[in-house]
């Protein structure tokens, strides 16, 4: 029995009609937080958990405990793709006949994710263009592949956009698109109970990771998801990591000081001599990371410089293969 079986299989309810289940996660996050909404007919669930039968189990448990039958269920919404959010979305589906919502922008990546060989000769070409060497980038194919298999190919049956709403006794919850996290991230708030269920947009702790993705400008889109949140009033963040929490402006005033910090010590990096995605990242992270995390690294940063060269900050050099960064002005 590995330790992570001990922890999770909690469930309360946070706010009048929403229920927290605490799911054990098989990696550092511990956890994943799953909700429960009732509505106006039967239950909707945000989120299913990983694809591990401990996290089947507490979800089961907590279901029990709070005597819903799977059938209850009458909706599935995944807020992003990611497999501790998704993993057993296909589980759930099957035993409670629901309709799963996802956003069309999540369900569009994860046809590209689970297209295997393609997806891979992608992250290759990607991770060349940041100048990785050859060796580093097959230590992080490698450390890949375990993750890659937890994405499955799922059909929505209704694809999300923003703006759709479930009737809850307590108010409608309405669904927020909140991109940067995943292309797809979505939100779900209540106007009436002023919560926000943040899915991995707005964490207490942790800065969400957000990774480039081809033509898009990731962080400024992150940025500009967490200006609409702070235009909401909300007294309760019910996030997918950790415990609920309030302050949303406070959080997304220092998330933007993170981001704004981070680019500032990229170009300086810049300025200072180094090129490429892989100088900087390596310059940037003064501890040694495993190559897993390293791919995080490159992606990041990746989209900082795209985000600094749309802002006319820095150019890319595109000429050799190897992506070279300098600063735009003279
Ligand atoms: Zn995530
Ligand atoms: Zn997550």
Known sequence: MTPYLEIGGDYREVVPGIHMLELPLPFSLGIVNVYLVRLDDGWLLIDTGMQTEACFQALTRALEGLAVDWRDIRHVLLTHIHPDHMGLASRVIALTGAPLHLHWADHQLLAEITNRERHHAWQQEVLTIAGVPGEMRKLVHSSLLEIQQSFQRLTPDRLLSGGESFSTPHGALEVIWTPGHSPGHVCLYGQGRRVLISGDHILEHISPNI????????????????????????????PSHGAPFSGHRAWVRKTHEHHAERCARIVSLVDGGARTAHEIASQLWDRKLSPFHYRFAIFEVLAHLEYLERREVLRADRSNGVYHWTRAAA
């Not at 081809?214 to 998801?225: A, K, N, Q, T």
């Not at 235009?231 to 963040?237: A, F, P, R, T």
């Open 211 to 238: 990774g480039w993705q081809p033509g898009r400008d990731v962080l400024g889109e992150f940025l500009s998801s967490l200006d609409r949140i702070a235009g909401l009033e909300v007294d309760l963040i019910l």
